[in-house]
């Protein structure tokens, strides 16, 4: 920390010094003699007194009254206590004084660099918990000069109801941890609605406009762990997040996955999303689906083949009215998807042959008689965009269908018709 702070304690030493023999402490300091004299010493050593100084740390402030005071109070006690009640444990007697938790393996006080000077900061979860209520803040306090000050703090939460640990925010890290020179704080914020909490993850630097943040997408995920790790070797720390269920019947079948920020020079922006296996037949086709909206076709193609020959993969919906079961309309959408990856990738003969498949065992079906439809056209003029224009019109007059079949709960996505036959 700044040298300032140990002013009070080395002129406290030096005044102890410079006292003269009214000093009650004998620090073993040699007494001048005289040149040309000598004091005999007796034969038997005579018993020193060992002084001893104790530290007298700074005694907590109270609790202030308003909330809002807590970060000046912690201001003012940080300049009272100095250093010492940053060497071991940051701040730890504060916290049990003031009835805020203390979590070791997750400190809600770290020091650390989080701006463009050499100096370290001081970042600090407070909170206010009562019966009814709980609210939380994360307050960085720099000190400019030696005397600490607030730098930043985020908006307050407050939530009804008490203690509710799920709600608290987490300090992550104080320091450069994308090795630009700088310094950051990282933090978590949690939102809980009723079936599910929520974490965004801040990224934040000081300067000389204050604290900015440096995260170039929302760094954000439902019922999620999150890490600082070193993916790729690089000596910068990625923002990893795993998880991502939602825990309510309605928003239907799921999958969780892991997603990495990484530094991109200017910001940490999603540069990796894994998805964890899944044994349900609809996440796997939408896993193909999202290969081929971004033009991936030989990896979808892939996706699709799988998903068609794993007869383990689940179904997850009741039949919908006047369309045959989900497995089966799976199948034959998978199988038009496939020919239309074909088509995308040149292979015009198998992507025929796929749609051909598709209307042969599947027809009279509401999938199968959409891959008649383009089948049709196709075969009548060989004109790709033609044919999905015949699809587009199929998808118009049985749009109530298709969106009901395509319904699976509002955490996965709603029927686009445009997407269906995007040529």
């Not at 809980?192 to 604290?211: E, F, K, N, P």
Request: hydrophobic fraction near 40%; glycine fraction near 10%.
């Amino acid at each position: 920390m700044k040298s300032a702070l140990f002013l009070p304690g080395l002129l406290a030493v030096l005044l102890l010094l410079g006292c003269g023999g009214g000093s009650d402490f004998d620090f073993g300091a040699a007494t001048a003699t005289p040149a040309g004299t000598h004091t005999a010493h007796p034969k038997t050593p005579t018993a020193r007194a060992t002084a001893t100084i104790a530290r007298t740390p700074a005694p907590v402030p109270p609790k202030p009254a308003d909330p809002s005071a807590y970060a000046s109070a912690v201001g003012a006690y940080l300049n009272d206590a100095g250093a010492s009640v940053l060497d071991d444990d940051c701040l730890k007697s504060l916290f049990p004084e003031w009835g805020m938790p203390w979590d070791a393996g997750s400190p809600p006080c770290i020091v650390g660099n989080t701006d463009a000077d050499a100096e370290s900061e001081v970042a600090v979860m407070l909170s206010d918990i009562s019966a009814d209520r709980s609210r939380w803040q994360i307050v960085v306090f720099d000190s400019p000069e030696g005397v600490f000050k607030v730098a930043y703090q985020s908006e307050p939460v407050e939530v009804p109801g008490g203690d509710m640990p799920e709600w608290r925010p987490q300090l992550l890290a104080a320091g450069d941890i994308n090795k630009d020179g700088k310094g950051e704080v990282v933090y978590v914020e949690n939102v809980c609605g009723a079936h599910t909490c929520s974490l965004t993850v801040r990224i934040l630097t000081g300067t000389a406009a204050g604290y900015v943040s440096l995260a170039g997408d929302e760094v954000t995920m439902a019922t999620a762990t999150v890490a600082l790790e070193d993916k790729d070797g690089d000596g910068r720390l990625e923002i990893v997040l795993h998880g991502g269920e939602i825990g309510s019947v309605g928003a239907g079948p799921q999958r969780t996955r892991t997603d990495v920020y990484a530094w991109d020079g200017a910001a940490y922006t999603l540069s990796q999303t894994v998805l964890d296996p899944t044994d349900i037949l609809y996440l796997r086709v939408t896993e193909a689906d999202a290969m081929f909206a971004a033009g991936t076709y030989d990896e979808a193609l892939a996706v699709y083949e799988q998903a068609l020959n794993d007869s383990s993969l689940k179904t997850w919906k009741e039949q919908v009215d006047m369309v045959a079961p989900e497995r089966t309309e799976l199948y034959a959408y998978i199988l038009f998807r496939m020919g239309l990856a074909s088509f995308a990738t040149g292979a015009d003969g198998q992507g025929v042959a796929f749609v051909q498949q598709a209307v042969d065992q599947y027809g009279g079906n509401l999938h199968g008689d959409l891959a008649g439809a383009f089948l049709s056209s196709y075969q009548a003029d060989g004109n790709l965009s033609v044919a999905c224009a015949a699809v587009d019109a199929f998808v118009a007059d049985n749009l109530n269908l298709l969106t009901a079949f395509w319904e699976y709960g509002y955490a996965n996505p709603t029927f686009n018709p445009d997407a269906v036959c995007p040529f």
